[in-house]
C-alpha cells in the first residue's frame, strides 16, 4: 500500500486529538473551567503558528482572499467551540454531543457537490461505517440532569453547521494559499475570541490557578494545537470527504482506549461497537483508491 502524504498527517492529527482527548478532563475536574481551558488552548496555538510561519520563510499571504478564507476558517472552528459550550450547559451532553458529531456530513455534501471530490466503493463503504461510528463513540447515557428548553437544539445545530463548513472551507482554502498561512489565521482568530470564553466564565467559583490548572492544561492543549495543524495539511494533500470523517472517528477510538488505560472505565456495549466500526472504517479509507491524488500536490509549488 502506497504511504499517502494525508494519511500520515491524518494520523498524526487522530494520535495528538486522541491523546488530547483523553487529558482533557483533568484540569477540569481540578477546578479549571474549560472556558479558561479555550483561552490556554487559543494561546497554546501561537508557537505551531510561529512554526509553521517559519517553514515558509514568514510570507504570509495577505491578500483578501487568504485572509478571508483563513479568518472563516478559525471562526467556525473556535467560535463553533464556544457555542458548544452554551449548548451542554442548555441541554444534555448526551443527545448534544451526536447531534454535532455528523458535521463531517455537510463536509462531505459540500465536497461532492463543489470540489468534485470522489472515492472508490471501499472508500465510501469506510465513509459510511465512519460516520456510524461518530454516533456510537458519541454515546453517553441518558441522566437526570434538565435542560433548558429546546436552545440547545438550536445551539447544537451551529455547531453542527459550524464544523462542517469548517473542513470545507479548510480543503477549499488549501487550493488557492498555502496551509501555513491558514493556521496562522485560525491562531489570530481564536485569540481574537478570547473575551467571549472570559465572558462565559463563572469567576465566582473557586478557580484552580495552580499547575493542576492553567499550567497542566497548557501541556495537554498544546498536543490539540499541534493536531489542528497537522489536519490542516491532511486536507492539503487529502480529500476531504475522506480526512473529515476519518480524523472524526479515529480520535475517539483512540481517547477511548487511553481512558481504559488510565482511567480504568469500561466503555458502554454501543461505544465498543463504534470502536469496531471506526476501525474498519480506518482500512477502508486508508486503502482507498485515490486516482486523483487530490490535485493537493499543485499546491506544493506554492510551498
Same mark, same amino acid.
Given at each position: ?71 472563516? !476558517? ?5 467560535? =463553533?467551540? *464556544?457555542?458548544?459550550?452554551? &449548548?451542554? @450547559?442548555? $441541554?444534555? /451532553?448526551?443527545? +448534544? ?122 501541556? !495537554? ?5 499541534? =493536531?489542528? *495543524?497537522?489536519?490542516?495539511? &491532511?486536507? @492539503?494533500? $487529502?480529500? /476531504?470527504?475522506? +480526512? ?60
Amino acid at each position: 500500500m502506497k504511504v499517502r502524504p494525508w494519511l500520515i498527517y491524518a494520523i498524526v492529527t487522530t494520535a495528538f486529538w486522541g491523546i488530547w482527548g483523553a487529558l482533557i478532563e483533568l484540569p477540569q475536574k481540578s477546578g479549571f473551567p474549560a472556558t479558561l481551558g479555550y483561552v490556554v488552548w487559543s494561546l497554546t496555538m501561537i508557537p505551531p503558528a510561529l512554526v509553521a510561519l517559519k517553514i515558509i520563510n514568514w510570507k504570509l499571504e495577505l491578500d483578501k482572499k487568504s485572509i478571508l478564507l483563513g479568518c472563516l !476558517i478559525g471562526l467556525t472552528g473556535a467560535g =463553533g467551540q *464556544l457555542v458548544l459550550f452554551q &449548548a451542554l @450547559r442548555t $441541554g444534555p /451532553a448526551y443527545l +448534544v454531543f451526536p447531534f454535532i458529531s455528523l458535521s463531517p456530513v455537510i463536509t462531505i455534501i459540500l465536497s461532492y457537490v463543489f470540489l468534485k471530490e470522489r472515492a472508490s466503493k471501499k472508500g465510501w463503504i469506510g465513509i459510511v461505517l465512519a460516520l456510524i461510528a461518530i454516533i456510537f463513540l458519541s454515546y453517553q447515557p441518558p441522566n437526570d440532569a434538565n435542560s433548558s428548553g429546546y436552545l440547545w437544539i438550536i445551539l447544537s445545530l451551529i455547531v453542527f453547521v459550524a464544523w462542517g463548513l469548517q473542513a470545507y472551507i479548510m480543503r477549499f482554502a488549501n487550493q488557492t494559499m498555502k496551509a501555513e498561512s491558514i493556521f496562522f489565521y485560525m491562531m489570530a482568530t481564536g485569540l481574537l475570541l478570547i473575551p467571549f470564553a472570559l465572558l462565559m466564565t463563572d469567576f465566582s467559583q473557586e478557580i484552580n490557578w495552580g499547575f493542576k490548572g492553567p499550567y497542566l492544561a497548557a501541556i !495537554i492543549q498544546i498536543l490539540n494545537s499541534i =493536531g489542528a *495543524l497537522t489536519i490542516v495539511y &491532511a486536507f @492539503r494533500y $487529502g480529500k /476531504a470527504i475522506i +480526512v473529515s470523517p476519518m480524523t472524526n472517528a479515529v480520535a475517539p477510538v483512540i481517547t477511548i482506549i487511553l481512558s481504559l488505560i488510565i482511567y480504568q472505565v469500561i466503555p458502554h456495549p454501543v461505544i465498543v461497537g463504534g470502536i469496531v466500526l471506526a476501525l474498519v472504517s480506518i482500512l477502508l479509507m486508508a486503502i482507498e483508491d485515490n486516482p486523483e491524488e487530490t490535485q493537493a500536490e499543485i499546491s506544493t509549488s506554492k510551498n
